[in-house]
């Protein structure tokens, strides 16, 4: 069965640095990734996914992710951080068997002005 | 593009009484639906998915119910709940050949 690991329960960064999201996904075919973002009390929104064809991907917000199918990693990365990235993040893989998505445990995301 | 409505948005019930979760979908037909459930650091759980009207697949033991009497609509279900039901609950669909889930809001429910 799929899996996916988040390292990181919590990060704090400053706002204007760069930030990486460490995510780890077991799965025996070819992965479809995702990374979705939750701000408090809401539902999740889809940053950006990677199904085939260029390993790194743009996604929303100024978010990018990077597949290394050699570390069956997908961190997702932000180049400058915004107040207005605080939130939590979640990675997922899914089963293209029936369309479910199982998630990582979630990272939190504190961003210090 | 679809939309998912879930209600109510919070609940407060006592331990052992019923509960009835609603989401519908608007802008697409025949989705794949999903409940999820968000306990507090514990990520998110797949509860149920449905690939149609009637059809329900559980992933997890619990006394937790779903139903899809129509092709738009999901409900969870309980008849008594417990303390550990407590949670934030997420319906999502996914389209014929997008591979894309969509949430919902959420309903919090909380059991005293």
């Known amino acids: 069965a799929q899996s996916v690991t988040q390292p990181d329960i919590h990060i704090t960064v400053s706002e204007g640095a760069s930030l990486e999201l460490r995510c780890n996904y077991s799965?025996?075919?070819?992965?479809?990734l995702f990374w979705y973002v939750q701000s408090p009390g809401q539902g999740l929104q889809l940053l950006l996914k990677?199904?085939?064809?260029?390993?790194l991907v743009q996604g929303i917000k100024g978010f990018e992710a990077e597949f290394k199918r050699s570390q069956s990693s997908f961190n997702l990365r932000k180049p400058s951080v915004h107040w207005s990235d605080a939130a939590e993040y979640f990675c997922?893989?899914?089963?293209?068997?029936?369309?479910?998505?199982?998630f990582g445990q979630g990272t939190i995301l504190t961003v210090h002005p | 593009s679809q939309t998912i409505h879930q209600w109510p948005a919070t609940l407060v019930q006592p331990v052992g009484s019923p509960l009835s979760l609603e989401c519908t979908v608007e802008?697409?037909?025949?989705?794949?639906l999903y409940w999820y459930r968000q306990a507090a650091g514990r990520g998110l759980q797949l509860l149920f998915y449905?690939?149609?009207?009637?059809?329900i697949s559980s992933e997890v033991p619990q006394n937790l119910s779903a139903s899809r009497p129509q092709d738009r609509q999901f409900i969870l279900s309980s008849k008594k709940l417990l303390l550990s039901d407590s949670g934030f609950y997420l319906c999502?669909?996914?389209?014929?050949?997008?591979?894309?889930?969509?949430f919902g809001a959420g309903s919090r429910l909380t059991v005293l």
């Open positions: 997922a893989v899914l089963d293209t068997s029936y369309g479910k998505l199982t």
């Open positions: 799965y025996g075919a070819t992965p479809y």
């Open positions: 990677y199904f085939s064809g260029d390993t």
């Open positions: 802008g697409t037909s025949n989705p794949n």
């Open positions: 449905s690939v149609g009207i009637g059809q």
């Open positions: 999502a669909l996914t389209v014929s050949g997008a591979n894309v889930l969509t």
